[in-house]
């Protein structure tokens, strides 16, 4: 019955979101306000009803139905009890649902924090976002229903979920990664409905603002958690593979990032409108692109799903339909006429575009590695197939990264309209010595060899923080005290400064772990030792342990160091019942310089076994710089100038009056 | 130029990539790429299991597959897959007498897998013992069942991941066999 239940709703919240696209929308259009407020019932019934058709198919995992299709394939009565929840979303059907069930969420997100948004723009928001939500669910009840049952010959029990999926980060990495997917979907709308008002103005780029950023540090996070995983997991000691899905999850990322930073541009000076509406549009079909990669199979991946090309075929319509017209839209009404803005070539303007072109350039590049097979084969024909690797990617992305960093402390200290080129060398100068002094001298004494790569890499992130931290003390001085300075600087600035320095960590992360990590694969016999560093690893042994559904071989690794105990790692081999996969846990010592790391190989025989041994030099700071990005985002969004509805207001009579400006432009144009 | 034209720019990539995700639907996506594909044979030399002999001395190098098309196939006994498929490579090993299969048993228990072969028949040529899969290192095996094609010149021309039946047999592995011949 219960599962009935969850299907049922399924079809009530396609029902509502159907109205939610055509009731506000013919409101609009008929100025007719009953209609245009419905839409905020509408999306709340939509809501409920998700979480309902949600709940019914967790309830179906809790209580193993193995009646369920869905839950027969993805569960087992001997999954303990949290990974049968997570398994909600450890197949396609369910993870689609919770796609879905995020979509309807930030949908009503939005029509509970829009108090000071205009009714019109209200309406054409969640109808566009109804379009979306109408196009998934009709593909979840056409070709991917998770309530799809065997009511004859019911399976006894189930197939088991991926072991790769049974692990705290199942739990987390999905729900951040998708929060942040769909969350592109109202910048998205934001702009289809500037577009169809004709009101791309600073209102526009304000409303989208903490929207975006929202998106974009769940995106972070949900990025973070699935490297963190692999690294931990997969047992193969890396944290980024250049994985088709990987950089289906990245691009929208970039783009975010690029769109975040012209937002910026488009709210305080009104310019780079075209293009700020364009990078809006991009980053939300890059996570229906994503969507699709997963989805369809067309790139084999670590993460996809089990493949069907009709599941394909839809999804591609859908992209069609929702890409397609809002680009069509985007060409018939994106105002081409320049800004009235003046600025030089060392104003932030200008910083910011530099931003946006690297971003862009990257994420163009990281779109080309991700599609090149697809590319090279209907150019040379199915013989000549190729895989593009990190080489590839590692090539371009890295340069474009560092003149990223180089660009962010200029523009840190540049300022709008017009910055002289001797106030920036004013500002700068000392710091850039400073930098370029300690990130020479660091690594050299530190580790006494000469690594050009790594030297760059730490004077670009002391340039980062020195500029972050300048910046700070420069805006602090004119105030009474240092203290006062600090609490007068608003949260926004405070966010943008968080995350600059997040990116700072995370170049460190990357660039020493990339250098300096010792990696040994041995083979030890009990009693046998291996020594990196100061560490002494001495393999005691493995022994077989048995776990809720699997049977492991645990290897117990003491760890001395200088001669003193330290720690027992213990990674393992674990073989799951039921699918009869074996799958690797690495014992990992986690530190704030370095991670001790040991995965267990094969057995050899004689008690011996094929142990990998890493040492990993600041490979945290990957994630605490995610971490410090995601912060410095939700920062911003609690700026009281986006809470404030007065602002709005006040803004509002300016944006008509720049609406009516920019129609006047629009006609003495055409 | 009229300066909306440029608008339509981000449209026509747009139709283009959709273009090749939906020539990406219509193809076999068991297919992986290798890096291997199109390139030489990797070198090795490795011990041969024999079906009527205890003892091995026999040793498989990478020289005694060239001069002919080869089917190499991974496979072992902890398989699944490789029991599902072993009856149909015993069929058309029988069928295709030009054709050379081999079989590479991987990080597999030899008394077991020379049981295995006695009892159901074998599909295979020569037989090669890949005990620590370094040979499934050298070409890039993400598991078992994987079979690749080689051409008489020692490359290798194809790479199939997966379970081989009859349907895949006939939509790819003959039209490939049939090309390189």
Known sequence: MIPELGNFSLILAFCLACLMVVIPMAGVITNNQLWMSLCRPLSSGIWVFMILSFGCLAYAFLNDDFSVNYVANNSNSLLPGRYKFAAVWGGHEGSLLLWVLMLASWSYAVSLFSKGLPQDILARVLSVMGIILVGFLLFMLLTSNPFERTLLNTPLDGGDLNPLLQDFGLIVHPPFLYMGYVGFSVAFAFAIAALLSGRLDAAWARWTRPWTNAAWSFLSIGIALGSWWAYYELGWGGWWFWDPVENVAFMPWLAGTALIHSLAVTEKRGIFKSWTVLLAIAAFSLSLLGAFIVRSGVLTSVHSFAVDPERGMVLLTIMLLVIGSSLLLYAVRAPVVKGIASYTLTSREVFLLINNIILVVATAAVLLGTLYPLIHEAIYGEANRVSIGKPYFDTIFVPLMGLLAFALGFGTFSRWKKTSVDYLKKQTGKILIASVALGIIIPLVVTSEFNISAIIAVILAFWIVFAVLKDIVDKTTNKKSFLQGLKALSLSYWGMQVAHFGMAVIILGVCLTSHYSVERDVRLAPGDSEIIGDYEFIFEGASLEQGPNYQADRAEIRVLRNGEDYITLQPEKRLYFATRVVQTEAGIDVGLFRDLFTALGDERGDGSWVVRIHYKPFVLWIWLGAILMAFGGVLAITDKRYRSSKVVVQNESTATSANNNSKAKLAVES | ?181
């Open chain 2, 1 to 181: 130029m009229n300066k909306r034209v440029l608008l339509l720019i981000p449209g026509v990539f747009f139709v283009a990539m959709l273009g090749l995700l939906l020539f990406g639907l219509g193809r076999d996506p068991n297919m992986v790429p290798s890096a291997l594909v199109n390139r030489p044979l990797p070198e090795f030399s490795l011990p041969g299991l024999e079906l009527d002999q205890t003892e091995n001395n026999l040793v498989i190098a990478s020289e005694d597959l060239k001069g002919g098309i080869s089917i190499i196939n991974f496979w072992a006994t902890w398989c699944p897959p490789c029991h599902v498929e072993h009856p149909y490579l015993v069929e058309i090993s029988q069928q295709e007498q030009d054709v050379t299969f081999i079989g590479v048993n991987y990080k597999d228990d030899l008394e077991e897998a020379r049981l295995f072969l006695e009892e159901k028949g074998s599909p295979f040529e020569k037989i090669i013992v890949d005990l620590d899969g370094s040979l499934g290192i050298d070409f890039g095996v993400a598991g078992a069942p994987e079979t690749f094609i080689v051409d008489s010149f020692g490359m290798i021309r194809y790479r199939h991941v997966g379970v081989i039946n009859h349907q895949i047999w006939e939509e790819t592995f003959e039209p490939v066999i049939s090309r390189i011949k």
